[in-house]
Nanobody
Framework: VQLQASGGGLAQAGGSLRLSCAASGRTFTNYAMGWFRQAPGTEREFVAGIRWSGGITKYRDSVKGRFTISRDNTKNTVYLQMNSLKHEDTAVYYC????????????????WGQGTLVTVSS
């Protein structure tokens, strides 16, 4: 299984970025995909997740109304659209996959992509 994250970069506060996570190596029908982030000196935290089948989504409170997770089944790709970015969104963002439903704990995910850095200038 490979998860390839991309789309990070520098944005101004109030701006937008879209992250992509291309998944390959197996059928992900019964999997959930999650986006996590980790700022320096902090633990990796759940940002958003989506059930591949059915599209049920979950978000951490601080990103609700600003971030949207979605998936494109034809491309085996999950996206994280990030709007109204804040300085505190600055972190390395990771995509991850697990069998079953969306969970908030990073230790519950089996597969991880490499991180992509998001920097939001204030």
């Amino acid at each position: 299984v490979q998860l390839q994250a991309s789309g990070g970069g520098l944005a101004q506060a109030g701006g937008s970025l879209r992250l992509s996570c291309a998944a390959s190596g197996r059928t992900f029908t019964n999997y959930a995909m999650g986006w996590f982030r980790q700022a320096p000196g902090t633990e990796r935290e759940f940002v958003a997740g989506i059930r591949w089948s059915g599209g049920i989504t979950k978000y951490r409170d601080s990103v609700k109304g600003r971030f949207t997770i979605s998936r494109d089944n034809t491309k085996n790709t999950v996206y994280l659209q990030m709007n109204s970015l804040k300085h505190e969104d600055t972190a390395v963002y990771y995509c991850a996959a697990r069998y079953g439903g969306v969970q908030y704990g990073a230790n519950l995910y089996e597969y991880w992509g490499q991180g992509t850095l998001v920097t939001v200038s204030s």
